[in-house]
């Protein structure tokens, strides 16, 4: 019998981010992104800062909404801070957020269900202010990531998707606000042992996400959890329209991957975006009170 496992793709749309400032690369990866997604029947999430949805918010509209989900990604840097999420308290960050939610809205024509915090940056206070704020999902975290300088530390963090806690980032449980985790190694640590190796597209070659994708479906199917997910990602700043360019070719051969590793582990992959997997798991586990 095949073990069901939710794919979810993530893009972090920030072209507009000051250190990018290419709104029309950011058309380019959005389009060319939800299109190799398209031809291959897989959905995604798409966070996108309020700046991007302001500037281009058409190019999101017109996306077919059963297959890609647009959520709010939120970089304060980009909206008058100068620090990262995480160095903020419950009160900053509920004022923070909600001029984003406004901004968003103002250019979808809805406010965003999820979101997703720039540099995956939080602290003790970012689940309760999410779900105060109307978020029924999220996608904070980066199991095993320690990188104090922006403020992403999440060693010990939930690896499968959960009910977010709402005294601690690191345990489970509390909040009707289901958080589904970036898909991480933490026995593969990058960048001085503070990282781990995710399904980042453009961290590495496809070779090397072929090791990586078969060894995370086989912990999915090892796992006892009643919904399990890899969630896979990447950023505007590629021209994924481009068949010739290295991230797409990347982006290309992963799915392949993914669709034949399956077979080898017997894998069921369900293609959702973050809202539809928090739906499952919120039918397979009651929300708290």
Same mark, same amino acid.
């Given at each position: 019998?095949?073990?069901? @496992?939710?794919?979810? &793709? ?9 250190? =990018?400032?290419?709104?029309? $690369?950011?058309?380019?990866? @959005?389009?060319?992104?939800? +299109? ?21 918010? /058409? ?43 406004? /901004? ?16 995956? #940056? ?9 779900? +105060? ?8 975290? $980066? ?8 403020? #992403?530390?999440? @060693?010990?963090?939930?690896?499968? @998707? ?28 990058? &960048? ?6 995710? $399904? ?19 912990? +999915?199917?090892? *796992?006892?959890?009643? %919904? ?26 992963? =799915? ?6 399956? +077979? /080898? ?19 397979? %586990?009651?929300?708290? *009170?």
């Amino acid at each position: 019998m095949k073990t069901d @496992v939710y794919l979810c &793709w993530l893009m972090d749309c920030e072209a507009t981010q000051k250190a =990018i400032d290419d709104t029309q $690369l950011g058309i380019r990866a @959005v389009r060319g992104f939800t +299109e190799i997604l398209g031809r291959a029947g897989l959905y995604a999430t798409l966070y996108a800062l309020p700046g991007d949805v302001a500037a281009y918010g /058409k190019v999101f509209r017109d996306l077919n909404p059963e297959r890609f989900e647009v959520g709010m990604h939120f970089h304060p840097h980009e909206e008058g801070y100068n620090d990262y999420c995480g160095a903020y308290s419950a009160q900053e960050q509920r004022a923070m957020y909600a001029a984003g939610i406004q /901004k968003f809205a103002d250019a979808m024509g809805r406010p965003p269900r999820t979101i997703r915090n720039g540099s995956c #940056s939080a602290n003790d206070a970012t689940f309760p202010v999410t779900a +105060e704020l109307g978020f029924g999902s999220c996608s904070h975290s $980066l199991p095993g990531r320690n990188l104090t300088i922006l403020r #992403s530390n999440w @060693v010990g963090a939930p690896q499968h @998707v959960h009910y977010a806690h709402p005294a601690n980032r690191l345990l489970e449980g509390g909040l009707d606000l289901v958080e589904v985790p970036a898909t991480t190694d933490p026995d593969s640590m990058l &960048w001085s042992g503070r990282h781990p190796q995710n $399904l980042r597209v453009e961290l590495f070659d496809a070779k090397n996400h072929r090791y990586m994708i078969d060894k995370m479906l086989g912990r +999915e199917k090892a *796992r006892s959890h009643p %919904v399990r997910v890899i969630a896979a990602t990447t950023h505007s700043i590629f021209p994924y329209d481009d068949p010739n360019n290295f991230r797409c070719q990347t982006l290309m051969q992963m =799915i392949d991957d993914f669709a034949a590793l399956a +077979e /080898k582990h017997e894998g069921n992959l369900i293609p959702a975006p973050v809202g539809r997997v928090a739906a499952a798991y919120r039918a397979a %586990v009651p929300p708290p *009170r």
